[in-house]
T-cell receptor, first 110, second 113 residues
Framework: GESVGLHLPTLSVQEGDNSIINCAYSNSASDYFIWYKQESGKGPQFIIDIRSNMDKRQGQRVTVLLNKTVKHLSLQIAATQPGDSAVYFCAERSNYQLIWGAGTKLIIKP | DTEVTQTPKHLVMGMTNKKSLKCEQHMGHRAMYWYKQKAKKPPELMFVYSYEKLSINESVPSRFSPECPNSSLLNLHLHALQPEDSALYLC????????????FGSGTRLTVV
């Protein structure tokens, strides 16, 4: 997802399909990246992280891929479920501070 | 206890009011944060406390005043706010000041009228 002003990028996925949420980060010196999930009315919830010396990391039903050449981060969610509906934020650590991406809203179609 | 608890969940205040937001964690985390989040936007860092001392103030107006009474508590005192300050205010904590391992509270939905 990329910032497009006031409109939050949206991804609609059929229930049971895989979801891929993308993020372009800004600083090639960033050494740590995190994906957060934020459901309506709640605070951001940690999903998965990855350090810059890795290309891929897997969790339960989620995989994060890091391509440092093009400064791109992606979150893959396998077998998407209704409970995955949320806004997903990527964040990069740069100079000991978090820089957040714009967010992507994931909508699950029944 | 693996939670960050924020109170109140909702707050409506007038522009002349004084109110406080509260945040509590019992995970032994030594860094605590206040963030402001507007609708459809990512959280924006306001303040960072590390070992109960204010370490980062992101040029926040003085009508927002943070306080860290002890390692488990973080307050945000509000005075003479403007309608544009209406937002979701999030508290987070982490073991150290580096941003890894953040735990967020559910936030206080603030409306300034």
């Amino acid at each position: 997802g990329e910032s497009v002003g006031l409109h939050l990028p949206t991804l609609s996925v059929q229930e049971g399909d895989n979801s891929i949420i993308n993020c372009a980060y800004s600083n090639s010196a960033s050494d740590y990246f995190i994906w957060y999930k934020q459901e309506s009315g709640k605070g951001p919830q940690f999903i998965i992280d990855i350090r810059s010396n890795m290309d891929k990391r897997q969790g339960q039903r989620v995989t994060v891929l890091l391509n440092k050449t093009v400064k791109h981060l992606s979150l893959q969610i396998a077998a998407t479920q209704p409970g995955d509906s949320a806004v997903y934020f990527c964040a990069e650590r740069s100079n000991y501070q978090l820089i957040w991406g714009a967010g992507t809203k994931l909508i699950i179609k029944p | 206890d693996t939670e960050v608890t924020q109170t109140p969940k909702h707050l409506v205040m007038g522009m002349t009011n004084k109110k406080s937001l509260k945040c509590e964690q019992h995970m032994g985390h030594r860094a605590m944060y206040w963030y402001k989040q507007k609708a459809k936007k990512p959280p924006e860092l306001m303040f960072v406390y590390s070992y109960e001392k204010l370490s980062i103030n992101e040029s926040v107006p003085s009508r927002f005043s943070p306080e860290c009474p002890n390692s488990s508590l973080l307050n945000l005192h509000l005075h003479a706010l403007q309608p544009e300050d209406s937002a979701l205010y999030l508290c987070a904590s982490s073991p150290g000041q580096g941003p890894g391992g953040y735990t967020f509270g559910s936030g206080t939905r603030l409306t300034v009228v």
